[in-house]
């Protein structure tokens, strides 16, 4: 049944959420690989993109921002910045992440917290900062490029897993707290794709989970990006606290 009214915090109308009005996008990591494809397939649908990166090379027509995002004023700076050029952030793309792999006896305090850090802390603080602006305009979608791992686990990968596993009930409270102004959070699970991360990977690795992939194959960055655009589209309105899987069938059943 269709609710025949809305009144108060009900759903906006979906008209207000339309992408003939270019949105203001924040693509964290946007210069290279999987966050590349997302800011270029926002920019190809004509919405205004900031892309944060610590070492350059934003694709062209996006705004470039430089930010380490385990730097809180760096991040303030950068939101700053991308709202003084596009207005307030109402699509945050929280994609930069590291890995920083070894078994668990070999793993070092450091090891465990700069993946945390980066992965997990900082993506609460992009959302927060988010949030604010989302709050004041009642409407905006958070996304967390998460990954299979979170949820399947890895050999020697405990702390990149755990910061994944992480973004899922980071991205379902903020479902439940920010749902009532007409805000969305998800996660996006990739599998394996070919990028800079997973280019270190050496060829028996590599052909060792490619067989585990029902696909047969890796991704590869648009079909991700593919993905991060439905949950931003009018289309996908209704849809918050989802784990979306991009992962060719790797992790299918959790
Ligand atoms: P890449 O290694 O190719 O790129 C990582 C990106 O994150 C770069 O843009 C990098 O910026 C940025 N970044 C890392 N640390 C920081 C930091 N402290 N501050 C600012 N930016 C930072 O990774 P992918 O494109 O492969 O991965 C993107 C996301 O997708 C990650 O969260 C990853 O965990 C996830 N993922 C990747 C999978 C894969 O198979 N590739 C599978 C599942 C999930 P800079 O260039 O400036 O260093």
Do not use: C
């Not at 997302?38 to 919405?47: M, Q, S, T």
């Not at 590291?98 to 917290?113: A, C, G, H, N």
């Amino acid at each position: 049944m269709v609710p025949a009214a809305r009144e108060g915090g009900g759903p906006a109308p979906l008209a207000s959420q339309s992408v003939s009005q270019p949105r203001s996008v924040l693509v964290t990591g946007g210069n290279r690989g999987i966050g590349r494809a997302i800011a270029e397939a926002f920019i190809a649908a004509g919405d205004k993109v900031a892309v944060t990166t610590r070492s350059g090379g934003a694709p062209e027509g996006a705004l470039e921002l430089k930010a380490d995002i385990t730097d809180p004023a760096a991040v303030e700076a950068a939101f700053a910045a991308a709202e003084e050029a596009h207005g307030p952030v109402e699509v945050l793309v929280a994609n930069a992440g590291i890995t920083k792999d070894t078994l668990v006896l070999r793993m070092s305090e450091e090891d465990w917290s700069s993946v945390i850090d980066t992965n997990l802390t900082a993506s609460f603080r992009l959302a927060k900062r988010a949030a604010k602006g989302m709050l004041r305009q009642k409407k905006g979608r958070i996304i967390f490029i998460s990954s299979v791992v979170g949820l399947l686990g890895s050999p020697g990968q405990v702390n990149y897993a755990a910061s994944k596993a992480g973004l899922v009930g980071m991205a379902r409270s903020l479902a439940r707290e920010l749902g009532p102004r007409s805000i969305t959070a998800n996660v996006v699970a990739p599998g394996y794709v070919d990028t800079d991360m997973t280019a270190v990977l050496s060829d028996e690795q590599k052909e060792g989970i490619r067989s585990q992939v029902p696909l047969g194959r890796y991704a590869d960055p648009t079909e991700v990006a593919g993905a991060v655009l439905f949950l931003a589209s009018p289309e996908a309105a209704y849809v918050t606290g989802a784990v979306i899987p991009v992962d060719g069938g790797l992790g299918m059943g959790h």
